[in-house]
């Protein structure tokens, strides 16, 4: 599995049956301190994650497994969402609790993609 | 599989009802002299390995199936051991 970030939800009328119902959403992926990395794609989201949220999405084959039909034609899927990340030396990086909140709407999508990171003391 | 170290752990309360059950951590691969090669992932953990060791990923969906018991598990990476030593072919030998 992989981070991303979800960057706001793709709207498809038409599509395959196995997908009705399923939102799909624009995703960036990240590294483990929530920094963009690499090219954006689009995944389901059974979960309804919104946008700004620090998720996490599986690939190819297993994409499919969390929805209704198994062998449903899809390559990425969101299955999870970060609340925080631990990292070597005692760096906390915390989700943001409203990436949808005013802070977003001023910076557009790469201001979401802002983290607390917190030092072993617990300070910024 | 591939040799990796743990880097970090991740807390996720809202996740797919198959992974509910799995410690998440964040593993960077490795390459030849213990270099990061490549970008960190997502594994679970079965073999309780903590942050800073080495450990034995496999990176296939059928193999997490099985191990996992689970066979809607969306899931490709397991951490499967943890390395004590490796031992290759070093500069001019290989």
Known sequence: ?124 | MILARVTGSVTSADKDPELAAYKLLVVQPLGLDDEPDGDELIAIDRVDAGVGDHVLVVKEGNAARQITGRDRVPLQAVVVGVVDHVDWLAGEER
């Open chain 1, 1 to 124: 599995m992989h981070f991303a970030r979800v960057l706001g939800p793709l709207v498809a009328t038409a599509k395959i049956p196995s997908l009705s119902g399923y939102r799909l959403s624009w995703i960036e992926p990240t590294d483990a301190r929530g920094r963009p990395l690499g090219d954006p794609l689009v995944a389901v989201d059974p979960g309804q994650y919104g946008r700004g949220e620090w998720v996490y999405f599986v690939t190819s084959r297993e994409a499919s497994l969390p929805l209704r039909d198994p062998f449903c034609a899809v390559d990425a899927a969101i299955v999870g969402k970060v609340d925080r990340v631990d990292l070597e030396g005692g760096t906390q990086i915390v989700a943001a609790e409203d990436p949808t909140g005013a802070r977003a709407a001023a910076g557009g999508v790469h201001a979401v993609a802002d983290v607390a990171v917190a030092g072993p003391d617990g300070a910024p």
